[in-house]
């Protein structure tokens, strides 16, 4: 197995890369590598190349990142240790479709970690990955639709190989508690088969299910793997916050909830959800 120091030793060297691509076995994700000891943001890096490097499927690889991108413009810590990756799509698909790519993220997470570490995931609508009702991955897609290369990038923040205490000192008493691949297995993680089989299960979700239009397949699938259907949840947008109950995903993927008042209410813009135990 190779463990992520060596990993690091390799990201300056083509072993790694040639490693990898013998593993993958994917058509177009992973064929374009580029890896860096350090970032400031493997987002920003993935959005700010040009387009005759922006091949569809190209990954941008870290090992840790200065100033990580969350939502709406939060910081993502990502200490030496963690999985920060940032994925390029050419879409071939309705831009109303654009929410499912958080979706099949999340998916090909769960089900990658799954694989590894038998470890069951549940998610949050609609980018968290959790852990025993903590979150160890997070999903962000930054779009540009401005001319005719557009350009998608999906960015995957996992918590592998660090301390939980590393994220959760950082954190409000009012956030996600965070938590760890290697505390809940209690050991390393191999990150290059994990990378390999995210980027395996994506392509899956991305070819098969989200450019031939199969969107309601992929909420199906996506449901199977949540657990808040039926809980008390809140979701703040801005200065709104909407209280009830979690009933279903609308066919445009957006959160349906049964409101306090009984109304029932389609969320797509959201700032924060909360769910409450």
């Not at 920003?44 to 690889?61: C, F, K, Q, R, W």
């Amino acid at each position: 197995m190779i463990w992520w120091d060596d990993y690091m030793i390799l990201l300056d060297e083509p072993n790694f890369k040639t490693r990898l691509s013998k593993l993958l076995r994917t058509s177009r994700i992973g064929k374009s590598i580029f890896l860096f000891n350090e970032l400031d943001s493997t987002q920003d890096y993935a959005m700010t190349l040009p387009n005759s490097e922006s091949l569809h499927g190209t990954i941008v690889i870290a090992k840790n990142q200065n100033m990580g991108k969350g939502r709406i413009g939060r910081t993502w810590i990502s200490p030496e240790g963690g999985l920060w990756m940032s994925i390029i799509f050419r879409p071939n698909f309705s831009v109303d479709n654009i929410i499912f790519l958080q979706f099949i993220g999340a998916l090909a997470v769960v089900n990658a970690i799954h694989e590894i570490t038998k470890i069951d995931c549940k998610l949050k609508w609609p980018n968290d990955v959790l852990i025993n009702e903590k979150k160890v991955c997070g999903i962000l897609v930054d779009v540009n639709l401005e001319n005719e290369n557009k350009k998608i990038v999906m960015g995957i923040g996992l918590n592998a190989n660090i301390d939980s205490s590393s994220i959760n000192n950082f954190l409000n008493n009012g956030n996600l508690k965070a938590t760890t691949l290697k505390e809940e297995c209690g050991n390393d993680i191999d990150l290059l088969f994990l990378i390999k089989s995210i980027l395996e299960k994506l392509e899956h979700y991305y070819d098969a299910l989200l450019s031939r239009g199969k969107t309601l397949e992929i909420i199906d699938s996506w449901k199977e793997k949540s657990e808040m259907f039926g809980k008390k949840t809140i979701v703040y947008d801005g200065n709104e916050k909407f209280m009830g109950h979690v009933i279903d995903i609308a066919q445009n993927g957006a959160l349906v909830m049964k409101l306090t008042d009984g109304s029932v209410k389609d969320i797509i813009y959201y700032s924060d959800v909360s769910i409450q135990t």
